[in-house]
Structure formats: structure tokens, C-alpha cells
Nanobody
Framework: QVQLVESGGGLVQAGGSLRLSCAAS????????MGWYRQATGKQRELVATITTGGSTHYADSVKGRFTISRENAKNTVYLQMNSLKPEDTAVYYC?????????WGKGTLVTVSS
């Protein structure tokens, strides 16, 4: 089992920045990738960004150039730096890890961007 705890969400004005963190604990060996998804009210959960153990990253087109995912392997933590936030970025952001083909999810952290 892997436990994930997200932090860093909150209310920010459009154009502002937030940094999300997600700390993993438990069976944290053999993690393939860590990442972030988000779910806005009334919409399906969607990929935001992922990062592999080796540092390869992947971003949704909607956040490219604005968001940066990074990880600190020694602390088993993944970050999401979000800049130039837009109202459409408002959502609950979920941390996820893939461990040997099994996905684990955090409880989510709410990001609200006001116009």
C-alpha cells in the first residue's frame, strides 16, 4: 500500500501561482511514475502532468508552459508548480502514483482561481 498526502491548494487570483506537494509513504519502492490529475465540478478527472523515476515528464496541452512537475526522490515527494493560473484551472487536484502497475490516489486538494 502507498499513502499519499497532498498539500498546497487554496484560493488565488488569476495570474497568480501555487505550489502543490504530495508526500508518499508506505510501500514506496518500485514506483514507476508520480503525477497529478484534476477534476473540476461536473467534469471528468483529467491528466495534468506525470514524471517518471528517471525524470521524464509529460503535460496536458492545457498546462504546458505554465505548470512544472518535479520530484524529490529522497523525500518521496512530487511537486506541481502552477504559474499564470486561470479560472479554468479551478479543480480538485489529486496526486497519483503507479507502483508495479497499481494506481494509488490521494484525497485531493482544492485549487480555486478567481477572475
Amino acid at each position: 500500500q502507498v499513502q499519499l498526502v497532498e498539500s498546497g491548494g487554496g484560493l488565488v487570483q488569476a495570474g497568480g501561482s501555487l505550489r502543490l506537494s504530495c508526500a508518499a509513504s508506505g510501500s514506496i519502492t518500485r514506483i514507476n511514475y508520480m503525477g497529478w490529475y484534476r477534476q473540476a465540478t461536473g467534469k471528468q478527472r483529467e491528466l495534468v502532468a506525470t514524471i517518471t523515476t528517471g525524470g521524464s515528464t509529460h503535460y496536458a496541452d492545457s498546462v504546458k508552459g505554465r505548470f512544472t512537475i518535479s520530484r524529490e526522490n529522497a523525500k518521496n515527494t512530487v511537486y506541481l508548480q502552477m504559474n499564470s493560473l486561470k479560472p479554468e484551472d479551478t479543480a480538485v487536484y489529486y496526486c497519483t502514483v503507479d507502483r508495479v502497475g497499481v494506481d494509488y490516489w490521494g484525497k485531493g486538494t482544492l485549487v480555486t482561481v478567481s477572475s
